[in-house]
């Protein structure tokens, strides 16, 4: 017992002085939520325009105010994720790598707590300013219920967890190929539309939408959106024990690949 | 005079994008996987505008294949813009590092030689890109519509890369002016890439003027589809508005610039 909660408390400690450190220039972290309202400012008018171009106000069971708050979700998520792979890959290449794989942490829950504290600075800056823009101009959201916060707060942090697998699994890469500049920018692609993140699953043609629910990529960002949007709590359950499912998984693929890595790793310098 | 001045910076700059493109392609490897990835990345949104137009058919006027037409202009000006003057982008970094002394104490023009120094590799994939989706997703191309859509994107990415300057010589004036400058610039390039159609009142105004996203996308876009070559005077008025700007800026700035000291190796 005494050595898990050594173990927590190192890594959660990794968490709070990076998120320390990232609260720490203010007028910095403001700048960087302005993107989101631009991005959500220009998708309310796009989609204001296509609803009312289709004279429907439910498409695909969701409304308008459904849609951009679901948006709200998905930028916020991918705009506050850590690229952690691109972090792995400098240090591959600097050679710094030689410092940090050595030093009394995992490697891999190093970067994932590290990135977990930069991450919480942005997605509470970045849902803060997305979501203002799209109160002004559209209103609150309609089905959100507090009973279903609990289940949207743990679907968020579980959808970081597993996007921190894909992005560690690329990071490993650069062991091999050193720039995984590419990888990244394919699985980010990836997200954009198997993940839901420029248009949501459900106004996909049936094969597409069948497709990108079987992958677990919808569970980083379609998955919270929803129950962000719909406030269902059973469908939230099912997102829940889906994510944790495929953390296990790719959880497991990750750190059995870290392992082998490992052994096969020389450094040399002095 | 300046008949002479003005061949030998051309044959100075000239050097520069010859240097930047065999620089781009010893690494070979690098240059093709970073263009087939910003291929694949500029071929996502071809996929968003196929799934929402599947939805919705159009919006304000606007189709898969306006957006398609758009989009070819957009990323080929962006393209050729960032693989001439790739440093327009890092203008903002390079003013607040003080690496503006190496530039100064070299007989050529300060302001183009910084920005033709680099070149974006991944441009030359949005070049690509461009010209693919013009051919073959923009309906029937004629000779005049090509030689309109060559122009009109020669000068989007004209004015994208006097913009996105003008916003890095903020540096000159506010310090560090990195991070503003960026968020500047992507806010312009995602404007942009709508149909300006859906925005009204002061954002309207605003992109046509001192934010300059519809001359980067939807004023180069009419000229292309209705084959006007009004529009693409206007545009042409525009770009050498933009471009007259940022030189008074830049040389303004320059005024105020001072050394930072900072040693740099420029490679």
Wanted: hydrophobic share 55%; glycine share 8%.
């Amino acid at each position: 017992m005494k050595g898990v909660r050594a173990f927590v408390g190192k890594y959660l400690a990794i968490a709070v002085i990076n998120f320390q450190s990232s609260t720490a220039y203010s007028g910095e972290v403001v700048m960087r939520s302005i993107m989101i309202t631009v991005i959500l400012y220009v998708l309310v008018h796009l989609w204001k325009a296509a609803y009312g171009a289709s004279g429907s106000t439910v498409i695909a069971g969701l409304t308008i105010r459904d849609t951009l708050w679901y948006l709200v979700l998905t930028e916020t998520l991918i705009l506050s994720k850590s690229a952690f792979s691109t972090r792995i890959s400098d240090e591959v290449r600097d050679g710094s790598l030689a410092y940090t794989i050595l030093r009394p942490y995992n490697y891999i829950v190093y970067h994932m707590s590290y990135s977990l504290g930069d991450s919480l600075v942005k997605l509470v800056m970045n849902f803060a300013a997305g979501g203002l823009v799209v109160l002004i101009l559209e209103g609150p959201p309609e089905h959100f219920t507090l009973s279903s916060l609990p289940f949207l707060i743990v679907s968020i942090l579980l959808a970081l967890v597993l996007d921190f697998c894909f992005e560690g699994l690329i990071g490993l890469c650069a062991f091999v190929l050193e720039d995984v500049s590419s990888l990244q920018l394919i699985y980010n692609k990836i997200l954009f539309i198997l993940g839901g993140m420029l248009i949501p699953i459900d106004f996909f043609p049936r094969w597409l939408a069948a497709l990108s629910k079987a992958l677990p990529f919808n569970l980083i960002l379609y998955g919270p959106a929803t129950i962000f949007v719909k406030g269902d709590i059973g469908a939230a359950a099912g997102v829940l024990v889906m994510q944790s499912l495929w953390i296990l998984v790719m959880a497991g693929i990750l750190f059995a690949l870290y392992s082998r890595t490992m052994k096969y790793l020389s450094i040399n310098g002095g | 005079m300046f008949l002479k001045r003005l061949i030998s910076e051309m044959r100075f700059i000239t050097e520069l994008w010859k240097m930047n493109l065999a620089s781009a392609l010893e690494y070979r490897a690098n240059f093709i996987t970073q263009s087939i990835g910003m291929l694949i990345n500029d071929a996502i949104f071809f996929v968003f505008w196929v799934l929402f137009f599947d939805c919705f058919k159009s919006i304000k006027g606007w189709g898969l294949q306006d957006m398609v037409l758009l989009f070819s202009i957009i990323t080929t000006g962006f393209g050729v813009g960032m693989a001439l003057f790739g440093n327009s982008m890092k203008v903002a970094e390079i003013i607040a590092q003080g690496r503006l002394d190496y530039y100064l104490v070299l007989p050529r023009n300060v302001l183009i030689h910084i920005l033709a120094s680099r070149s974006m590799i991944s441009a030359y994939g949005d070049i690509f890109f461009g010209v693919l989706s013009f051919f073959f997703f923009t309906g029937p191309v004629t000779a005049e519509k090509t030689a309109i859509w060559l122009i009109a994107s020669l000068l989007s990415g004209t004015v994208l890369v006097c913009a996105a300057s003008l916003f890095g010589c903020l540096s000159f004036f506010i310090g560090n002016a990195t991070t503003l400058a960026g968020q500047a610039t992507n806010a312009m390039m995602i404007l942009s890439v709508y149909p300006d159609t859906i925005f009204q009142g002061g954002v309207r105004f605003l992109m046509y003027t001192l934010f300059p996203a519809a001359l980067i996308g939807a004023l180069p876009y009419r000229a292309v589809r209705s084959l006007d070559w009004q529009s693409l005077v206007l545009l042409a008025c525009g770009a050498l508005f933009f471009a007259i700007l940022l030189t008074a800026v830049f040389n303004a700035g320059l005024r105020r610039y001072e050394s930072g000291s900072a040693l740099n190796v420029n490679m």
